[in-house]
């Protein structure tokens, strides 16, 4: 099993901007693919973004243009770097693993709490 250790939430006003990371307990460059997903009170569950071990990207729509996922396998770290934030970007933010292709469940961390307000 893959933890994390998330971090990088808080508040910030609309135009914002906010990085959050997701440090691993295994090396990253083993892992299938690993991201944030979001989740805000009455919406469903939303991947916003994954990076594969190699290299490869995805981004929800609603993000694509704003937020840029990254990563540093020397320190086995996943980076969202979230600019134009905008009051829909409100959510938790969950890291996840998904270990290989085949794998059923995905690993999580705890969550951070972002908030885009005035």
């Known amino acids: 099993q893959v933890q994390f250790v998330e971090s990088g939430g808080g508040l910030v006003q609309p135009g914002g901007s906010l990085k959050l990371s997701c440090a691993a307990s295994v090396s990253i460059f083993s892992i299938y693919a690993m991201g944030w997903y979001r989740q805000a009170p009455g919406k469903q569950r939303e991947l916003v973004a994954a990076i594969t071990s190699g290299g490869s990207t995805r981004y929800a729509d609603s993000v694509k243009g704003r937020f840029t996922i990254s990563r540093d396998n020397a320190k086995n770290t996943v980076y969202l770097q979230m600019n134009s934030l905008k009051p829909e970007d409100t959510a938790v933010y969950y890291c996840?693993?998904?270990?290989?292709?085949?794998?059923?469940?995905?690993?999580w961390g705890q969550g951070t709490q972002v908030t885009v307000s005035s």
């Open positions: 996840y693993a998904r270990r290989t292709l085949i794998s059923t469940q995905n690993d």
